[in-house]
């Protein structure tokens, strides 16, 4: 998704006022071995540490967690109000902690000119369509052992927000899903760096909806996913340091202009890169 080139100040304009300000970390302290620390509100990314080899669920799920207790999961764009951590130590008392998850409003939002075929694909590319989303949904299945997902992470890319995470969408005038990444604008062939060590673990040039698409691994069941990129430089297997050069911006796929999607992931559950990320600075986004 993206803007045309007559409505771009405009477009501008009404989504730079509207980007979500990121939410304050909180930490959330269960005992003196136990805290959790992140964005408690739907699109969030929570972090935790705790006593090693505890047997952790959320909301009944297990979550894994390393060697010396640290742990990570979400909350998706539309997350219920209340979750329940439940944190049973190798030897000792069992935690249960209920806590209120945040909830968000979503803008709406009008998106002309993208390629009518992304809109209602023809008859003729729906298998395409299937293998490719079933690429994107193993890759964001791993679970490796990598710590990643416990560095900062960087922008990608630095330029005008153009899209935001959890607005729904309207394609040429029909109503689709709501968007789940952050849009950042550039020209076509900017390059675009890892936002923290990872190894890549789907690389495609151009997929259907998404065109150039590259997923990366975090650890742990945190992902990194970016779109419409015009050329992927990496394959399936490396190992990338933070900074290091990925891809290139693009506008293949349903897309109107050049820019970068960044999605994040706990595996299926989508988060918000907005929460994660330190302002990116006002002059250079301009």
Same mark, same amino acid.
């Given at each position: 998704?993206?803007?045309?080139?007559?409505? #771009?100040?405009?477009?501008?304009?009404?989504? =730079?006022?509207?980007?979500?300000?990121?939410?304050?970390?909180?930490?959330?302290?269960?005992?003196?071995?136990?805290?959790?620390?992140?964005?408690?509100?739907?699109?969030? /990314?929570?972090?935790?540490?705790?006593? @090693?080899?505890?047997?952790?669920?959320?909301?009944?799920? &297990?979550? !894994?967690?390393?060697?010396?207790?640290?742990?990570?999961?979400?909350?998706?764009?539309?997350? $219920?109000? #209340?979750?329940? &951590?439940? &944190?049973?130590?190798?030897?000792?008392?069992?935690?249960?902690?209920?806590?209120?998850?945040?909830?968000?409003?979503?803008?709406?939002?009008?998106?002309?000119?993208?390629?009518?075929? +992304?809109?209602?694909?023809?008859?003729?590319?729906?298998?395409?369509?299937?293998?490719?989303? !079933?690429?994107?949904?193993? $890759?964001?299945?791993?679970?490796?052992?990598? %710590?990643?997902? =416990?560095?900062?992470?960087?922008?990608?890319? #630095?330029?005008? #927000?153009?899209?935001? *995470?959890?607005?729904?969408?309207? *394609?040429?005038? %029909?109503?689709?899903?709501?968007? *789940?990444?952050?849009?950042?604008? @550039?020209?076509?062939? +900017?390059?675009?760096? $890892?936002?923290?060590?990872?190894?890549?673990?789907?690389?495609?040039?151009?997929? *259907?909806?998404?065109?150039?698409? /590259?997923?990366?691994?975090?650890?742990?069941?945190?992902?990194? %996913?970016?779109?419409?990129?015009?050329?992927?430089?990496?394959?399936?297997?490396?190992?990338?340091?933070?900074?290091?050069?990925?891809? !290139?911006?693009?506008?293949?796929?349903?897309?109107?202009?050049?820019?970068?999607?960044?999605?994040?992931?706990?595996?299926?559950? !989508?988060?918000?890169? $907005?929460? &994660?990320?330190?302002?990116?600075?006002?002059?250079?986004?301009?």
């Amino acid at each position: 998704m993206l803007f045309n080139k007559s409505s #771009i100040n405009q477009l501008l304009i009404v989504v =730079l006022s509207t980007l979500p300000i990121p939410a304050l970390s909180e930490t959330i302290t269960l005992n003196e071995n136990t805290k959790l620390q992140g964005e408690f509100t739907q699109g969030g /990314l929570i972090r935790g540490k705790t006593l @090693a080899s505890s047997h952790i669920t959320l909301n009944d799920n &297990i979550i !894994r967690s390393t060697p010396d207790g640290q742990f990570a999961f979400g909350f998706g764009r539309d997350a $219920a109000k #209340i979750s329940t &951590i439940v &944190i049973t130590p190798p030897h000792g008392k069992k935690l249960s902690h209920t806590f209120k998850v945040k909830s968000r409003n979503y803008a709406l939002q009008e998106v002309n000119g993208v390629p009518q075929k +992304t809109v209602t694909p023809p008859q003729s590319v729906l298998g395409r369509i299937k293998k490719e989303t !079933r690429l994107v949904k193993t $890759a964001r299945k791993t679970d490796s052992d990598s %710590t990643d997902f =416990l560095s900062t992470f960087q922008w990608p890319l #630095i330029g005008p #927000i153009t899209g935001v *995470y959890g607005s729904q969408r309207v *394609y040429n005038g %029909t109503p689709k899903r709501p968007h *789940y990444g952050l849009d950042i604008a @550039a020209p076509v062939g +900017t390059p675009v760096r $890892a936002p923290t060590d990872v190894t890549v673990t789907l690389a495609h040039q151009n997929m *259907y909806y998404s065109g150039g698409t /590259l997923i990366m691994d975090h650890g742990y069941g945190i992902s990194s %996913t970016f779109i419409h990129l015009n050329e992927v430089l990496v394959k399936v297997g490396d190992k990338i340091k933070k900074g290091d050069v990925v891809a !290139r911006v693009g506008s293949k796929g349903r897309s109107t202009g050049p820019h970068l999607d960044w999605r994040i992931n706990w595996f299926g559950v !989508r988060l918000d890169p $907005a929460l &994660i990320m330190p302002d990116m600075p006002a002059a250079q986004r301009k």
